[in-house]
C-alpha cells in the first residue's frame, strides 16, 4: 500500500505567476483534500474533491481551483500568485467523502513548499 | 464548524505521560473529536479519533469529558521523537473537512 505523495517537494515563483501542484492519493482513497499552512499556523482548508467532484471548499479565492481524475489523483492550482501565497500545501486523502459518512482519517502527504518572490 | 482551544506550548520530561487538554465546547452530538500531530515540515499524522467514549491505541489515549466540551490525549511515556505540534480537531458535521486550529507545541525534555 503506497502513501499519499506529492510533487514538486519545493517551487519558487513570481508574482503573478501560475503554478500546479500535484497530488497522488493512497491506494483506494477517492477523497483528496487540500489545505495551505503558512508558516507558525495550522493547516487551512482550500477545498475538497470527491469522486471528481469538489465537495466543499474553505475561504480562499477563485483563483485557487483543483481537479480529480478518475484514479483520484488530484491537481491544485493557483493563478495570480501573490506574496501571500508562499506557504507549504499539503494533501490529505481519505476514503469516503460523501455527505453524514466516511468518519475516517485522512492520511497527509510531505506536502509541496511553494516561495512567491 | 467548532471550535478547539488549546494551550501554545507545553513541556514534558521524557518518559513521564504527556497531557494534552483541548476545549471544544460548541462541539455538536454527531461531530468526532480527532487529534494530529506534525513534526516539523511534515504532513500531519493521524494520532486517535473518539465520539464520547474513551479510546486508547498503540500510539496513545483520548479521555472525553461526559459533556464533550473537553477532551485530552495522553502519550504515555512521551519519547524525544513525540516533539511535536499536536492540534485537536473536530470534524465537520457534512462532509469529511478538518478545520485545524493552532495547536500546541509539545516539547519532550532529556
Known amino acids: 500500500e503506497t502513501g499519499v505523495t506529492q510533487s514538486p517537494t519545493h517551487l519558487i515563483k513570481t508574482r503573478g505567476q501560475q503554478v500546479t501542484l500535484r497530488c497522488s492519493s493512497q491506494?483506494?482513497?477517492?477523497?483528496v483534500s487540500w489545505y495551505q499552512q503558512a508558516l507558525g499556523q495550522g493547516p487551512q482548508f482550500i477545498f475538497q474533491?470527491?469522486?471528481?467532484?469538489?465537495?466543499g471548499r474553505g475561504n480562499f479565492p477563485p483563483r485557487f481551483s483543483g481537479l480529480q481524475f478518475p484514479n483520484y489523483s488530484s491537481e491544485l492550482n493557483v493563478n495570480a500568485l501573490e506574496l501571500d501565497d508562499s506557504a507549504l500545501y499539503l494533501c490529505?486523502?481519505?476514503?469516503?467523502?460523501?455527505?453524514?459518512?466516511?468518519?475516517?482519517?485522512?492520511?497527509f502527504g510531505p506536502g509541496t513548499r511553494l516561495t512567491v518572490l | 464548524d467548532a471550535k478547539t482551544t488549546q494551550p501554545p506550548s507545553m513541556d514534558c520530561a521524557e518518559g513521564r505521560a504527556a497531557n494534552l487538554p483541548c476545549n471544544h465546547s460548541?462541539?455538536?452530538?454527531?461531530?468526532?473529536v480527532y487529534w494530529y500531530r506534525q513534526i516539523h515540515s511534515q504532513g500531519p499524522q493521524y494520532i486517535i479519533h473518539?465520539?464520547?467514549n474513551n479510546e486508547t491505541n498503540e500510539m496513545a489515549s483520548l479521555i472525553i469529558t461526559e459533556d464533550r466540551k473537553s477532551s485530552t490525549l495522553i502519550l504515555p511515556h512521551a519519547t524525544l521523537r513525540d516533539t511535536a505540534v499536536y492540534y485537536c480537531?473536530?470534524?465537520?458535521?457534512?462532509?469529511?473537512?478538518?478545520?485545524f486550529g493552532t495547536g500546541t507545541s509539545l516539547t519532550v525534555i532529556p
Open positions: 473518539g465520539l464520547k
Open positions: 460548541t462541539i455538536s452530538g454527531n461531530e468526532y
Open positions: 490529505a486523502s481519505s476514503l469516503g467523502g460523501g455527505q453524514g459518512g466516511g468518519y475516517n482519517e485522512q492520511f
Open positions: 491506494s483506494g482513497h477517492n477523497t
Open positions: 474533491y470527491y469522486r471528481e467532484e469538489e465537495n
Open positions: 480537531i473536530v470534524r465537520a458535521n457534512t462532509g469529511n473537512q478538518f478545520y
